[in-house]
């Protein structure tokens, strides 16, 4: 069944260095790549989506790449403040959003 | 519009008591989703709803069981509760219609359930 892996499970870094998350996929019919933050005690929203027929897209610090052939997409958030400490998601889903399967989350810890 | 509402937003059970999780939506989604959240972990989907009548099987879906009778409400009904189904569970929606700016999931506030 459709699988959705992500590295590293804790990260830790200075403010104002950059982020980067990983994650790989198993179904090649997905087509769909949201990344969602949660707060402590708080639900996921999403913070960017990219989709197959794109290879990376920008949203002020945060940006997604995607390699559909690698089954590999990545989150890279530059200029890291306290606020952007949370837990961080990847998903994938077919269908443009159908049944979507999330990893195992990265935990960001940005040190002031 | 109020989103994604679920209640109860905690809740104690006894080993073998039943309950159900209402979860309800105003947004006029076609998709709804039930996920489980075990302590750091990541969301496991449950069951999903395509629309109205329709539902099937995520990841993880023994133990429980779904209905979709309106497009706003999709309850999760527990049954027979086991201390491994100690989670918080979140309620989502979303539009699916094909086009390029649909598929972002808006979750409900979750409902912290734990079975003694």
């Known amino acids: 069944g459709e699988n959705v892996e992500q590295h590293p499970s804790t990260l830790s870094v200075q403010e104002g260095d950059s982020a980067v998350i990983k994650c790989t996929y198993s179904?090649?019919?997905?087509?769909?790549f949201p990344w969602y933050k949660q707060e402590l005690g708080k639900r996921p929203q999403l913070i960017i989506d990219i989709r197959s027929n794109v290879g990376e897209k920008k949203d002020q610090r945060i940006a997604v790449t995607l390699n559909k052939t690698a089954k590999h997409f990545s989150l890279h958030i530059t200029e890291t403040q306290p606020e952007d400490s949370a837990v961080y998601f990847c998903?994938?889903?077919?269908?443009?959003?159908?049944?979507?399967?999330f990893g195992a989350g990265t935990r960001l810890f940005v040190k002031a | 519009n109020a989103g994604v509402t679920q209640t109860p937003k905690f809740r104690i059970l006894k080993i073998g008591q039943s309950m159900t999780l209402q979860c309800t939506q105003d947004?006029?989604?076609?998709?709804m989703y039930w996920y489980r959240q075990d302590p750091g972990m990541g969301l496991k989907l449950i069951y999903y709803s395509v629309g109205a009548g329709i539902t099937d099987k995520g990841e993880v879906p023994n133990g429980y069981n779904v209905s979709r009778s309106t497009t706003e409400d999709f309850p999760l009904r527990l049954e027979l509760a086991a201390p491994s189904q100690t989670s918080v569970y979140f309620c989502a929606s979303s539009y699916l219609a094909g086009g390029p700016n649909t598929g972002e999931l808006f979750f409900g506030e979750g409902s912290r359930l734990t079975v003694l």
């Open positions: 947004m006029n989604h076609n998709y």
């Open positions: 998903a994938a889903s077919i269908g443009g959003g159908f049944k979507t399967i």
């Open positions: 179904d090649s019919a997905s087509n769909y």
